[in-house]
């Protein structure tokens, strides 16, 4: 474990950099860089992980891709407008340094990157590739940068036909020379410009990303981390919370259903059926997978424009405990989507950075509390998903002691 | 680990036997008994405990005191007719079996045993324990019971003056031989008189029961095991699920109000302010001392009659995440009191049995996540605690195996 | 107005009468005759309308059709058994008249008369008529009925091809003579043999009943009244309640969003597309006609099997007040689907053999707040609609004072 | 009913003006004159009262006075950013007419003026009447005023002894010349000293005000209107709509349970046991009056600091229906005090202009649906209080017609 302030700088390259956790997310690593607030929300700024070393914000520097064209400002100014979240003060004091990322932010020959408003290009996926891969390579050298995160925020994507999912990296590449857009998804794309250019990848979306095997061989013979997917910011995380308690208990959950409402772009983008099903499989499998029964557990998302980026959750759980008696107990979550992502995605950067400085290779299952279908890992309930966490961490920090001794004895 | 085949019938003497949850303990485990019902909402019932070889429920037999006179049928049929939880045809298939118990249930010479209709008696404590162990002399033979638990399920006494708190089991008996009605708590008298005839003792209220250091010396010097105190069924329970996501996650809790609704018996016991301090001091210190900073926590118990024994709970979370944002969360718990706790109250009562088979003396720490105010466990978030338990099953599991491979290799 | 006691017997000839809404009619008006009950529920049964002497229980028969073979005392044990809402007691006390209207109650050659078991029928629409109208004739001599009230339960039908909803009589008849199933629709077919038997018809469902112009004709040309549709009992009835506040305040509902989960045979039925139509038309627009602008209004009705008939909603209403500050309100409703139907059922069969008592012809509009849909009435909000039966009935009262008078001075 | 526009300026004279709800007010009409906000939340805005020609907001003229020093912009900026409801561009709009409105808020020599800092002082109480007449006539003339609406907003007030609310307007002079301050309260100062000086008086707090039999002698002997007390904005304003649907529908409340949660200033006073006395009342005894019949109606109000003037409400309605069934709904309401609170001072101060113009003395019984208590009215469900405002404006233009054609006609 080497100190993070030896270690260099480190770039953050975001795939839909110019969407609200994005924007929110560049916006409060500059505010708590500057001192401006505090890192709540932060998993990663907690005591359990300070002897870690993870990368400061000081030492981060933002860029990405993005379908749309724009300013980070605006994007900012009009997330913190209409969801009532950041002070205009907060954002002048950071306009700047926001201003100046714009120059790594790209609008990028990219087909279907973007769920809501499609893009088509000519390029093939080849030339989709090469210039991610540019990107990356300009990016790395214009900040001097030891290493980077590429962390995937982008807009769902419609649901790759499942040809190549178990197919070997020749088959992939295939694929990709073939310009086979059926079974090549955008996340697929640039999971795989992420490790030809030896960065870790991230997936915050419900996107394929990097699941398929193609991808997970490559990054592991290039020696770099990877995970996802789909991260658990909301009623999917209370659900992961509460579901082992009726299970101890012994207390049969006989419903549980959900009702999300939001209207940010992506409650825009899974209204749309297509591109829900990734979403949806994450979310109404998880109840019968925690508690190893079958469940009715019906889950709805619906677009409500009004409610901007607060999704509102309602959940109600029908179960039978003792003679049978049926109970209830029912919840309400008011939470803005983006405040909550974005904490979390700067989580990952910060723990994907530390990975690649360790050399670990392979999937980060350490994050799985981080995310909805953790890849690779059984364990769906929050608290042992979290403990993995404190383990990793716990392991890493007796390393380094027992290094530091072995190198005073040395 | 003794098969429970071989190890004997065990009594469960219960401490306000002719309250809800005792009639709708003794209905359950008659009912499972006889098949009439599966044992939904009983923890030892699932697969972890399973090696243990648990008492089952053809084992139990049930007696116990209270202060009222009654028969069993007719709290069962009370409580099961308001609260439409148990139907006639149940209580009518296991009625037989229920008015033979009544003939080990006796109204006891109680000082103020009961919170709501308290009864004075002339009789001095010595009194109330030499008559206590009588009862317990009797059952045990009448039954040819191999081990007694003593069950205290009675109401919420008044706080008892802290005189003795502290002090040594001479001192204890002191005031007991002094009638120091001021010191001494009806289920202090209770649990000193199930230690002196070697009984395990759990303590479900939030009374004093065995907390004070002088019953603890008493039961760790004869070899006996004993816990409590304020079982942990409703709106607690969740508060111990749901807070250290908080925690882990670093949101800050601004505020948790809690809002309790109830309309049995304990529900107007703890209307009464001398009588809820206990309750009150278990439950609001609970989620500032889990998420260890100060949390504005309130808790509302207010007695509504027409709710009888369903309990209705509405919590308010009221949280900061990333850059200071105010987010909510609220739930709402509707559940049947007496149907929650009458599983755990078997549960504690063959746990217990099976400690005292084992030999095992002091705080049966690994009951903590039943409990709100676990003695000697600093750990207050549920998970955590239930993994104390399931590690404790596991390690007499192990030690059976290996027991059982040497008598084997013998 | 003729006394009461003086105007003999009512038959209450119910479609779908052995659907769990008319067996707990049944039960309940039993159980109110043999006061075993209250009339809680009921709205007819309030002091305003006391002058009006509506029929008494003691003087309704029931009687009906279903496509089900079975029988009442079993239809509502199940319900009873299964909602937990009234006792075995309650049921056996009135079981031997319960199963004396078993009698009444026929198996009738319907097509699809059931949305969940559809039962197909050889016999032509003219049969079915024919059939019915014996039933009528039968049930009126058997019980020598002064009157009968057709109440109209039974389940969802699917929505008729709408050729003939603007035709005349003779149109309507010919489609019947041409065994037109597309267009004629098993509720058209209960109202028609209604009016051409003088028995008043009220539609209790989504379903078109007497909605079309020719059978409206019909019965106005025969001077009998009728009325509906789909009755409000729950989450639509608090919208009707609520809307009106928001609008006289001048706040501006954003969005009202309403869930509604349910697990009996009528949520089954709604959980197909085809039949859920006229429902959810008649729930959707409802805010946005309250409120006089478009408002974001989405419906969800999930069947939840394990709910039973126990209907559990909930709404979120998204506004904006001064300086357009958005705020919310959420309600939970849980009430028991048919305890709150059968007392207004039984209502409307008291009001709609009152209306034929003094020869009321047409749309018995000062019944509009018992329904989603009333039948020519513009208003919508529950209390100006609930105001026009309070007027209803001053009418009556004082038109009765003064014939009193008149025969007085005779 | 002349024409608003040849009425000349009114002067709104708030007692508290430095509060919350004052400061919002203030800023909204500002707002709202400027055309920087829509009147959204003001009744008064819309269709039934646009013939009423009621005070347009150019015409507005502010002051007042408060116990603390400050300046208005300072309190706007601290409301608007805790409680992120108005934002700092539409602050910055309004500013310098906020500044200008400084000159005309005075602190005043008062006693126990403000609940939470009470600042006693030397002055009599004859000596606070004068200096109060003082500042009133100092307003009308500085502002060429034609009529002045005192608007009371001050905290609320420990309850008066009961010594002189039945007496005559002597005995109440007496009181004040003997400075009996126990008996006589600020907010009577303020309605007195208003009554002096010809204006109309609203009591928008739960504190006597006018309520008391001398001073409505006075303001009718004056000719003038007044009325009050303490405004329905939220939770009690859902219970006046709601209830009389329960009672229409003849469903028994058994319980019906109010938390009301708020961190504001008023939640503060009202954590004050003395205080709350007034506002409690009100609230407890709603729900059976609207009822009827004695209902288990507790009202729980907790302050919660970080909730500020989010005030957040939770109710437990819990009723019976046909056969005794029970049932529940519950409701949250989440909504901004001052934000709902402002525009109904508006409208109070717009509609008490409006009879002072029309010369109509005594209590504006036509203003009921704006309070929990209203003087002088029976009626407190919501909808028909609401109907009488509708008939009062209808009243008013029919008047105003007739009174045009005469005109023409002469």
Chains 1, 2, 3, 4 share one sequence.
């Not at 100190?3 to 969407?19: D, K």
């Not at 700047?96 to 390029?123: E, F, G, K, Q």
Request: charged content about 25%; glycine content about 6%; hydrophobic content about 40%.
């Amino acid at each position: 474990m080497t100190n993070s302030a030896e270690s260099g700088r480190t770039g953050v390259f975001i795939g839909g950099a110019l969407g609200d956790i994005a924007a929110t997310m560049v916006v409060g690593a500059l505010a708590i860089r500057h001192r401006h607030a505090s890192p709540l929300g932060m998993v990663s700024d907690q005591a359990p992980f300070a002897a870690l070393g993870l990368v400061p914000m000081d030492e981060l520097r933002f860029g990405g891709i993005d379908v749309r064209r724009g300013k980070l400002r605006d994007v900012a100014r009009t997330v913190g407008d209409t969801s009532r979240t950041f002070s205009r003060d907060l954002l002048d004091a950071v306009a700047p340094t926001l201003d100046a990322i714009d120059a790594d932010v790209h609008c990028d020959p990219c087909y279907d990157c973007d769920a809501v408003r499609p893009s088509y290009s000519d390029d093939s996926l080849a030339d989709v590739v090469e210039s991610l891969r540019d990107r990356l390579q300009h990016f790395r050298r214009r900040h001097q940068l030891e290493r980077i995160v590429m962390l995937d925020l982008a807009s769902v994507e419609a649901t790759p036909a499942p040809v190549i999912a178990q197919s070997q990296l020749r088959a992939f590449e295939a694929a990709v020379a073939n310009d086979d857009r059926r079974a090549i998804s955008p996340s697929m794309i640039r999971a795989y410009a992420a490790f030809l250019e030896d960065c870790a990848y991230v997936n915050f979306t419900p996107n394929a990303g990097a699941e398929i095997l193609a991808l997970q061989q490559l990054a592991t013979d290039r020696g770099l981390p990877f995970y996802g997917s789909d991260a658990k910011t909301g009623e999917t995380l209370i659900k992961s919370v509460l579901a082992p308690m009726f299970a101890y208990r012994n207390l049969e959950v006989m419903s549980w259903e959900g009702v999300n409402m939001l209207g940010n772009n992506d409650g825009k983008a899974l209204s749309d059926p297509d591109r829900r099903t990734a979403k949806m499989s994450n979310k109404e499998e998880l109840v019968p997978r925690l508690l190893g029964y079958p469940v009715h557990s019906g889950i709805d998302i619906n677009y409500v424009p009004s409610l901007g980026d607060w999704k509102t959750a309602w959940d109600l759980i029908h179960f039978k405990g003792f003679l049978d008696v049926p109970m209830t107990m029912q919840f309400t979550w008011q939470g803005c989507d983006s405040i909550l992502a974005a904490p979390l995605a700067l989580d990952l950067a910060r723990f994907s950075d530390f990975a690649l400085r360790e050399n670990e290779a392979g999937p980060m299952k350490h994050l799985s509390s981080f995310f909805k279908n953790p890849l690779g890992v059984e364990e769906l309930a929050f608290i042992p998903q979290f403990e993995m966490l404190l383990r990793y961490a716990q392991m890493h920090e007796k390393r380094h002691v027992q290094n530091g001794k072995r190198k005073e004895s040395a």
